[in-house]
Nanobody, 122 residues
């Protein structure tokens, strides 16, 4: 089970930190990702991290602004979002795969959190 939190309303240029807490003993062996879905659009990956945290992936639209990290001792993955833009407005979902390597397509992820709303005002 994945529980995401940390969303909210922020002004352009502001920052937010999302957290996703996982239950279960296998968290440290699984790759994790943050996806986002804006109204009327498909769910797309924002960032992903492998099981150990040694490898990460970022969508071009968030490179240099977002940072994904994980704390396996706390069964938690984070998404630090800086320099937020109105186009970052979306529901953000955390997800996990069934293995240690991350993938880009949403269909590769088996477990999903409930989503947390991020709204960036201009």
């Amino acid at each position: 089970q994945l529980q995401a939190c940390g969303g909210g309303l922020v002004q352009r240029g502001g920052s937010l930190r999302l957290s996703c807490a996982a239950s279960g003993r296998s968290f440290s062996t699984l790759a994790m990702a943050w996806f986002r879905q804006a109204p009327g659009k498909e769910r797309d990956i924002a960032a992903a991290i492998n099981w150990s945290g040694s490898s990460t992936y970022y969508a071009d639209s968030v490179k240099g602004r977002f940072t994904i990290s994980r704390d396996n001792a706390k069964n938690t993955v984070y998404l630090q979002m800086n320099s937020l833009k109105p186009e970052d407005t979306a529901i953000y979902y955390c997800a996990s795969t069934t293995g240690g390597d991350y993938y880009v397509p949403p269909r590769a992820y088996l477990y999903w959190g409930q989503g947390t709303q991020v709204t960036v005002s201009s």
